[in-house]
């Protein structure tokens, strides 16, 4: 649903603001699409005439989350995902900003492109979109973009997706290019020799189900080849997916050597692992795999010390006929907006991680990385915030779920907490009744 713009009064409620390590009971007021405030004592204080007064009754306010990969179909593969259909997800699980991949058809790879993104997003999609553009032409690996061109268009990083840039001559360049526009690569770091045809994570479990391995080095030789070129360049990177220890070794180097590297973990990486594959579920084939319950709770860990800085979906709809295959076969990927926050909420009610560090991981620092406005609740800040009920009970139904493709690999899962009320530049566009 759409609300008018009008004021707006979260009251009662738990606020918590991961920019300024808010976390108090008090009130919420917003109107003319900003936050004026948030403190306590707002409504006895008195709020103008014609402000909606909404009793959260304890429930939690916080910045609405800014999803940091997402793949959307459009253009090119609208009977994958739409603009429409995914900010429907989106606003159904409290993002209000999905930042899109560029492999798309054509790929984002030029301004043209990328004001075609944010044309076709600013008309039919009901949450911020914001793109980031290919690391280099056709996501070839060969010739970087033109990385000056394509920010001034509206680009907020560069990526090639799912995609590994391995001439380190290029992926040295485009640092060295990148810098000077203080621009922010985002590699998928996987050596794809040592992928190999691997589908899964290397180890016993893949030998028991006679499925090929991928190695957690493939990831780790990966990062350390760029940390490197990090350091001769200086230019700013973040590592799209972490898995494993021993990529969380590497970025932890890099980071006491005081390189601009930051890392990022999928949500199913932090809630899954390879277990849950059970009988050759599809669902669960991921890129990168699922790994085992060490790696994830070494993940964890590296999310509650900071080495981790970002939670994304990794939203990747495939359609019936991709996924309805033998396990070698199948598409990798899962959709993710509408459950990222809900798994997440997991992590927090078995104590392994506070409220605050998984919101500042999906709000906060993301907005912070990009450089886009969110993931704050301080005066001025745009009135992008959600309403949490942390302890409500559900069950994953995929034919429920907003996104035009159901691959979920929640799929029938038991969540306690979600979003009740998703409001963007001041107006609520989701409600749960």
Not at 321 to 334: N, Q, S, V, Y
């Amino acid at each position: 649903m759409l609300s008018e713009r009008r004021p707006v009064l979260l009251a009662n409620a738990r606020i918590i603001d991961p920019s300024r390590d808010l976390d108090i009971a008090g009130d919420l007021l917003i109107a003319d699409g900003t936050i004026r405030d948030a403190r306590k004592g707002i409504g006895a204080a008195g709020v103008p005439e014609g402000t909606e007064v909404i009793d959260c009754r304890g429930k939690v306010v916080a910045p609405g989350l800014v999803d940091m990969r997402a793949f959307i179909g459009e253009p090119g593969a609208g009977y994958r995902e739409t603009f429409a259909s995914a900010s429907q997800a989106a606003a159904a699980g409290g993002v209000t900003t999905i930042v899109c991949q560029p492999d798309t058809s054509p790929v984002i790879d030029d301004p043209a492109t990328v004001d075609f993104v944010l044309r076709r997003a600013r008309d039919t999609a009901i949450v911020h979109v914001a793109p980031m553009a290919a690391l280099t032409k056709g996501l070839e690996g060969k010739e970087m973009t033109e990385i000056g061109l394509l920010k001034a268009a509206g680009a907020v990083a560069f990526t090639d997706g799912a995609r590994s840039v391995t001439n380190a001559q290029v992926m040295r360049r485009a640092l060295t290019y990148a810098r000077d526009f203080d621009a922010l690569i985002v590699h998928h770091t996987e050596d794809p020799d040592l992928v190999a045809d691997g589908v899964m994570n290397e180890g016993e479990f893949a030998a028991r189900l006679g499925l090929f391995g991928i190695p957690t080095a493939a990831e780790a030789i990966m990062l350390e080849r760029d940390m490197r070129l990090v350091a001769l360049t200086k230019g700013r990177y973040h590592a799209a997916s972490v898995t494993c220890p021993s990529s969380l070794a590497v970025l932890g180097d890099a980071k006491e050597a005081g390189l601009a590297v930051t890392a990022a973990a999928s949500i199913n990486h932090l809630t899954l692992n390879e277990n849950d594959i059970g009988p050759y579920r599809t669902f669960l084939k991921m890129s990168p795999p699922l790994r085992a319950e060490s790696d994830r709770q070494a993940l964890v860990q590296a999310l509650n010390d900071g080495l981790i800085d970002v939670i994304m979906s990794d939203h990747n709809p495939q359609d019936v006929e991709t996924k309805r295959l033998p396990f070698a076969e199948a598409a990798a990927g899962a959709i993710g907006l509408e459950t990222m926050l809900s798994a997440g909420l997991r992590l927090v009610h078995s104590g392994d991680v506070t409220l605050p560090t998984l919101l500042r991981a999906m709000s906060t620092r993301p907005a912070e990385l990009l450089g886009i406005p969110g993931g704050t609740l301080r005066t001025g800040a745009p009135a992008d915030v959600i309403v949490i009920d942390t302890d409500v009970p559900w069950v994953v139904n995929p034919d429920e779920l907003k996104s035009k493709c159901k691959n979920t690999p929640f799929d029938e899962a038991r969540m306690t907490g979600r979003v009740v009320r998703t409001i963007v530049a001041g107006r609520t566009i989701f409600e749960s009744l």
